[in-house]
């Protein structure tokens, strides 16, 4: 009698090749992010991005005088390369005794897993955007917010650019009461990406969980209502929390524009109102600003890039004593806020 062998069932050539398949349909981001592969099969691990400066507009020049030369500046910014994986041990009765398909089901979650990563790191690189607004918010998402915003851009466009803006799905209510929100089914509009919900001030709405809500910052000993961390094993005392106890939001640290989880020790001060960080993304090749000198980039340039070092890969290792199969996939990458002036940071109170 033929016998279905666990090697029947794991192929990691066949494997990789399902992953990435399905690895673009899982980054929410995909569509505002240029992939990049020159990376692959090349030595280092760091991306270097020219800046180019603007040389100036042309100046007059009177009859017989000679022309002054401009120097052509640059300036580069650097990505590190990172390698996002996840692994699978599968046992044996797993496989043969389990309900439906244990290999499928790891195939999917794996290619999920990776590019949850991605997309985590890709919203990351938007919240490092110089143009913010709302420093200390005081009003849930609504239209005159959404104006100032947009204001940011200085757009000088002869047409209307399109624009993204991601928003947390506890803020859809506060957006779809607004007067001036269009609902998408009632509108028929042509939508930029999955996921569009409808439109205000010039913006497409998309709905995402990984739009963050920040309930604390990052300070030191001293500062106004500074707190500190302290172990979850230990008593707190006045002015010490245990981070279990602060659920009112994610920690920001202003200073790297970053979320980040707090050490034992350190200090954290809660904010006035906790706020959601909604980015604004102008998707269109053009760009908002057509000054170069305002970000160094040609106006061709994306919001976000991804660097490909090595597209996905999966692997397989067999423990012949435990009868256990372990499947892994992994990614190298970098991601890149390329292009700043197309980008704006709002930020509003939660309601």
Not at 63 to 83: D, P, R
Not at 303 to 315: D, H, I, P, S
């Amino acid at each position: 009698m033929a016998q279905t062998k666990l090697t029947n069932l794991v192929n990691p050539q066949v494997m990789a090749d399902m992953i990435s398949a399905t690895l673009p349909k899982k980054i929410k981001f995909a569509p505002i992010a240029k992939v990049d592969t020159t990376l692959a099969g090349q030595p280092g691990d760091t991306i270097t991005v020219p800046k180019y400066a603007y040389i100036g507009d042309a100046e007059d020049v009177a009859e017989g005088v000679q022309m002054g030369t401009t120097v052509l500046s640059a300036s580069t910014t650097t990505a590190k390369v990172k390698k996002a994986g996840k692994a699978v041990e599968i046992t044996d009765e797993a496989v043969l005794s389990a309900y439906g398909d244990p290999m499928g089901e790891t195939s999917a979650q794996l290619a999920m897993s990776i590019a949850a990563k991605v997309d985590n790191d890709l919203y990351a690189e938007l919240l490092k955007a110089s143009l913010v607004y709302g420093a200390s918010p005081v009003a849930v998402i609504n239209y005159a917010g959404l104006v100032a915003a947009n204001a940011l851009f200085e757009d000088e466009s002869d047409t209307a650019l399109n624009k993204i803006l991601f928003i947390h799905p506890d803020q859809e209510a506060d957006l779809r009461v607004d007067s001036n929100f269009i609902d998408k089914s009632k509108s028929g509009m042509d939508v930029i990406m999955t996921g569009t919900i409808g439109m205000i001030c010039g913006c497409q709405v998309v709905k995402s969980k990984k739009v963050v809500k920040i309930g604390y910052v990052k300070c030191a000993a001293g500062d106004s209502g500074a707190t500190k961390i302290v172990a979850e094993s230990a008593t707190p005392s006045t002015g010490e929390a245990k981070l279990s106890q602060l659920t009112a939001g994610a920690f920001w640290d202003g200073t790297n524009k970053v979320v980040y989880t707090p050490a034992v020790d350190s200090y954290v001060a809660a904010v006035t109102y906790p706020y959601f960080v909604n980015p604004i993304v102008i998707v269109d090749v053009a760009d908002a600003n057509e000054d170069p000198a305002a970000d160094k980039f040609a106006t061709s340039t994306p919001a976000l890039t991804v660097y490909l070092k090595r597209g996905v890969q999966a692997e397989s290792d067999r423990d012949i004593l435990a009868k256990t199969t372990v499947v892994s996939a992994d990614e190298h990458y970098a991601t890149v806020l390329s292009n700043d002036s197309k980008v704006v940071v709002a930020q509003f109170k939660a309601s």
